[in-house]
Nanobody
Framework: QVQVMESGGGLVQPGGSTRLSCKVS???????????VSWYRQGPGRERELVAK???????EYADSAKGRFTISRDYTKKTVHLQMNSLQPADTAVYYC?????????WGQGTQVTVSS
């Protein structure tokens, strides 16, 4: 059974940084290498939105709000994707979700809260 688990986040001061991690388990390495992993977020009173994506083909994509500030990276051996977030602002406050998209289904984690506040 595929499981997705996020970690990291918490309270960050404006202008600060944090790193989120997404661990995917229950998936064999050959499938993992072709799985697209994405970070989404949902702020208070807002719809869930895509933040960054690391495709199975090795391509990265970012939302305009994330470009230049966030970096998504992938550790193939540990089946983990990281999201490094810099220059955080209060508008980045949200629950951040990781999604692993395989050929047969999309799997979501429970989310991790990031609060940017002084």
């Amino acid at each position: 059974q595929v499981q997705v688990m996020e970690s990291g986040g918490g309270l960050v001061q404006p202008g600060g940084s944090t790193r989120l991690s997404c661990k995917v388990s229950g998936i064999i390495l050959s499938v993992w290498s072709t799985t697209t992993v994405s970070w989404y977020r949902q702020g208070p009173g807002r719809e869930r939105e895509l933040v960054a994506k690391f495709t199975g083909g090795g391509r990265t994509e970012y939302a305009d709000s994330a470009k230049g500030r966030f970096t998504i990276s992938r550790d193939y051996t540990k089946k983990t994707v990281h999201l490094q977030m810099n220059s955080l602002q209060p508008a980045d406050t949200a629950v951040y979700y990781c999604q692993a998209a395989t050929s047969w289904n999309n799997f979501w984690g429970q989310g991790t809260q990031v609060t940017v506040s002084s």
